[in-house]
């Protein structure tokens, strides 16, 4: 199979709220734009010419100990609906990445992203409104550990696994 796809790292979820945002997707997302499992993107678009150099970093960061995160609140997207998180340490292991990768990043992937699980994307502002009001209104924030990290070929609707690394420490 070729492999000249972009590269996407993920952030990988625990179990109970990768299940949880996958019933919301499946619940409130478009279903002919619903490809994908719930993902926190680190990377939108890596250069494929740096898939060894992106899997040496992903595995040496993944040798620490779970990433603490908390699942903070219910997030607008506009014409969808997701689940802010907070977390200053990925974001500081995202900078050490961006660092490394520098000169490879996409202007998407140059700029500190504002980590969050999307669980509706692509419907009308009302809708993704609606949806808000609804999940603000029993919405608990939780702390958790993130589980690892991912690396996916982009390959224009569901992208293909190439690997995840379990953090360790």
Do not use: C
């Not at 993107?41 to 595995?59: G, I, K, Q």
């Not at 014409?79 to 660092?99: H, K, N, V, W, Y």
């Not at 202007?107 to 993704?128: C, F, G, I, M, Y």
């Amino acid at each position: 199979m070729d492999h000249a796809a972009p590269l996407i790292v993920t952030a990988e979820l625990p179990e109970a709220i990768q299940s949880r945002a996958d019933q919301l997707r499946t619940a409130h997302f478009p279903p002919d734009r619903n490809h994908l499992r719930a993902h926190v993107t680190l990377f939108h678009a890596l250069p494929p010419s740096a898939e060894a150099e992106v899997r040496d970093a992903l595995a040496a960061e993944a040798r620490a100990k779970p990433v603490p995160a908390r699942l903070d609140s219910v997030m607008n997207l506009g014409r969808g609906t997701a689940f802010r998180i907070e977390s200053p340490q990925m974001l500081a292991l995202r900078e050490r990445l961006a660092d490394r990768f520098h000169g490879l990043l996409t202007p998407q992937d140059e700029h500190k992203p504002r980590l969050h699980v999307t669980v509706q994307n692509k419907v009308a502002p009302s809708e993704a409104k609606a949806l808000q009001q609804h999940l603000a209104a029993g919405f608990q924030s939780r702390d958790f550990a993130f589980a690892g990290l991912a690396l996916h070929y982009y390959r224009g609707g569901p992208w293909e696994t190439v690997k995840r690394w379990s953090f360790r420490g």
